[in-house]
């Protein structure tokens, strides 16, 4: 952490750099006029913040040279290695839960399914990702590159998912609930194998 920095001014920033990916995740160019206002945050913490994620090969910048403008527009986008990670996985995930009710997963009795399939896409997240970094083709493959990626396109996403999962549990009766997440627990920890895998990693 800086010098002077606290953990407000850290969150503050991570939570800015977060909204920014946000903007960008479409794989589209945007201008920075554009990312300023959508984002909401004042020039200097825009201008930093994109410096820092231009640097660690996240976003791409470049001049708009053709625009016939004069400044010529400056124009951001996500790195085309990440483009797959980012919108389609979250909105399929999103509506793969949001289009279930509370009552299915009542009537089923199968609360673990959601997270099953939220530890899944994670996984490929993940995979596809490390993919990127390891393409020897791509330029930006450092340590930055990986770490902000994986922060913002891995760690957010299973945490998003996980909100959301809790949201659509809490729609179920407290009691039935209760019951209910014993059942997925014993269900999660009884899959065939997974005692005698921990055991050997131990």
């Not at 996984?123 to 913002?152: G, I, Q, T």
């Amino acid at each position: 952490m800086e010098k002077g920095v606290g953990e407000y001014q850290v969150k503050r920033a991570e939570f800015s750099k977060s909204k920014i990916l946000r903007i960008l995740e479409d794989g589209e160019w945007h201008r920075y006029s554009e990312i300023k206002k959508a984002a909401g945050v004042s020039t200097a913490t825009l201008s930093k913040h994109l410096e820092e994620l231009v640097k660690s090969g996240v976003i791409i910048k470049k001049i708009d040279l053709e625009s016939g403008e004069y400044p010529y527009p400056v124009l951001y986008r996500i790195n085309p290695l990440l483009k797959y990670e980012t919108a389609w996985w979250r909105n399929f995930l999103l509506d793969f839960i949001k289009q279930r009710s509370a009552t299915a997963w009542i009537k089923y009795k199968r609360l673990d399914r959601p997270l099953m399939f939220l530890s899944t896409l994670t996984s490929l997240r993940f995979l596809d990702l490390l993919k990127a970094y390891l393409n020897e083709r791509c330029p930006e493959s450092n340590p930055e590159f990986f770490e902000l990626a994986f922060k913002y396109y891995v760690i957010e996403f299973y945490e998003e998912g996980l909100r959301v999962i809790k949201q659509k549990y809490l729609e179920l009766p407290r009691e039935e609930l209760i019951t209910l997440i014993e059942i997925a627990k014993e269900r999660l920890v009884s899959k065939p194998g997974f005692w005698e895998r921990i055991k050997q990693i131990f």
